[in-house]
């Protein structure tokens, strides 16, 4: 699933393609509706036909295209993608919209398994209420993670991966993110020492930073524009790393579980 990085690559591609123009129609190429989450597509058109792309922005996982009126939020969940230029036999089959721009440009979403959705919201409110703080805002601070994981007896995994207090962060980021912080995934929230919260705070940006630079990572199924994967993968220190060696301490990576997560870890850097 794609996670902050990879959208933020999806949105850095895009938004050159989007900004500054206007959206024609909306349409629904293979009449999966359920695609459309707020609205009917007629009256999504109503509202986005004729208007110009004011922003292009990404918000937790969502993908924001501020029209003049409102703002048009994509989320690719497990298989989305955009795209430009496909045929209409593959358009037909496997894209619940396409945007049609003004300029006859059309922008394709691609998603083989279907959990993608459009929204359409007047204002960003809905988004902020279900979203926390973006990791590289000023919000983001040692004092706002040490807060939010003193008030939380659960594990640290689920919550870092709860949108509402971090947005944008998954499995993958998780996953680096505690190993390079030696926090097991399985800790209480509320016991990890503050040198370690210092730790990890200071590593969740400063990997999807990273992981940005080479426009995200790609493990099965993301990519853009016209398959642009992303090249982060070579960068991974445990996700996906099973049985290879620990970068810190030579000793091998292990797989297991977390809140019905697969999640990798190095038992020996990261104490229970
Ligand atoms: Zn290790």
Redesign the pocket.
């Known amino acids: 699933m794609p996670e902050l990085p990879e959208v933020q690559a999806v949105v850095n591609h895009y938004k050159p393609v989007f900004l500054k123009q206007k959206i024609e129609r909306i349409s629904n190429p293979n009449s999966y509706s359920k695609v459309f989450a707020t609205h009917t597509l007629p009256k999504l058109n109503k509202n986005v036909g004729g208007q110009l792309i004011k922003d292009v922005f990404r918000r937790g996982k969502y993908i924001v295209l501020q029209t003049e009126k409102g703002y048009l939020c994509i989320h690719l969940r497990m298989t989305g993608q955009l795209q430009e230029g496909l045929d209409s036999f593959v358009a037909d089959k496997h894209c619940s919209f396409a945007i049609h721009l003004n300029t006859g440009k059309t922008i394709y979403f691609k998603d083989y398994r279907k959990f993608g959705r459009l929204y359409y919201y007047s204002t960003l409110d809905t988004l902020n209420a279900k979203l926390g703080v973006e990791p590289f805002s000023t919000e983001f601070s040692f004092v706002y993670v040490a807060g939010i994981l003193k008030k939380s007896t659960g594990m640290i995994k689920p919550l870092l991966l709860n949108q509402k207090y971090i947005a944008g962060l998954g499995n993958i980021y998780v996953d680096e993110a505690l190993?390079l912080a030696k926090i097991h995934p399985k800790k209480k929230s509320n016991s990890i020492s503050k040198t370690k919260v210092k730790v990890l705070t200071r590593s969740i940006p400063d990997i999807l930073k990273k992981a940005i630079d080479f426009n995200g990572t790609t493990i099965i199924n993301f990519s853009y524009g016209n398959e642009v994967p992303g090249d982060f993968k070579q960068f991974l220190n445990v996700f996906g790393k099973e049985g290879s060696s620990?970068?810190?301490?030579?000793?091998p990576?292990k797989k297991m579980y977390v809140a019905q997560r697969g999640t990798h870890i190095?038992?020996?850097?990261?104490r229970l």
């Open positions: 190993w620990c970068p810190r301490c030579n000793r990576i190095c038992p020996y850097c990261q």
